[in-house]
């Protein structure tokens, strides 16, 4: 008899709502699997959704884990409490890898790093004012070492050390797990740093809800007031969506 190979990674997908977007991701995380050769768990995080996310994630052979609080951090939270292995990865119900990215994040923790990211793309052609943000946040992500919410890897005692995600935060909340994350890998002579891979492919869908006003709006809201993020009213654009979810 053929003996199971061990589990090698636990991948966090947190999801409200996107029973649309859910099957695409779901299928691209598991040919990534297969042609890396990764044994690793799903978990589907329903973050009580009013839509078929929760099934439409199980249908998928995900694990299903049902979080009340419409909270990304809670979220993430509840999907490390849920995990089996010592190795989290973070992964938006909106963002596709290929294998080279899951490969290099299991390649990454043999060589000690304590967790990393990914630089980020869109699925669409971006331009003007969202281009440039994308521009500078994937500059300012590779300098200064700060992953990105919708692709970020970590060990779990590591994430359990740091007190995890900050649910007193509504949006934003990877910035300050970087920094707790990097400032105790450094403590701990590990590395914490944004993985030399082609960037993930995260949905652009934001560009056709929201007009370049409204994103120049959140930018300088968040610029003229670093503590924005705590608010559930100036964190709109991450909870509030039109009424066809899939544009």
């Known amino acids: 008899m053929k003996a199971e190979r061990p589990l090698q990674l636990s991948v966090v997908v947190p999801a409200w709502n996107e029973e649309s977007y859910l099957p ?7 040919a ?14 329903d973050n009580d959704s009013s839509d078929h996310t929760a099934t439409v994630a199980r249908r998928a052979g995900a694990r299903v884990v049902h979080e009340p609080q419409r909270r990304i951090a809670a979220a993430r939270n509840a999907g490390a409490r849920a995990a089996r292995s010592d190795r989290l990865l973070f992964l938006d ?3 596709r890898v290929v294998a080279v990215h899951i490969e290099q994040v299991i390649r990454a923790f043999a060589e000690g ?15 003007g004012v969202a281009g440039y943000g994308l521009k500078l946040w994937n500059k300012a992500s590779w300098h200064l070492r700060l992953a990105a919410g919708c692709f970020l890897f970590v060990r779990r005692n590591l994430h359990r050390a740091i007190g995890g995600f900050d649910e007193r935060v509504y949006a934003g909340e990877e910035l300050g797990y970087s920094r707790r994350l990097g400032r105790l890998a450094r403590r701990s002579g590990m590395r914490f740093g944004i993985l030399d891979v082609p960037p993930v492919i995260s949905s652009g869908r934001k560009l056709s ?17 670093p503590w924005a993020g705590r608010f559930r009213a100036l964190t709109w654009f991450w909870y509030r969506r039109p009424r066809d979810p899939g544009g």
């Open 24 to 30: 695409a991701t779901l299928a691209a995380l598991d």
């Open 32 to 45: 990534a699997l297969a042609e890396s050769g990764v044994v690793a768990e799903v978990i589907v995080v």
């Open 93 to 95: 119900a909106d963002t």
């Open 113 to 127: 790093w304590a967790g990393g990211g990914a630089l980020v793309g869109l699925d669409r052609p971006v331009a």
């Open 209 to 225: 809800w929201f007009s370049p006003w409204q994103h120049m709006l959140v930018l300088l809201t968040f610029v003229l007031f």
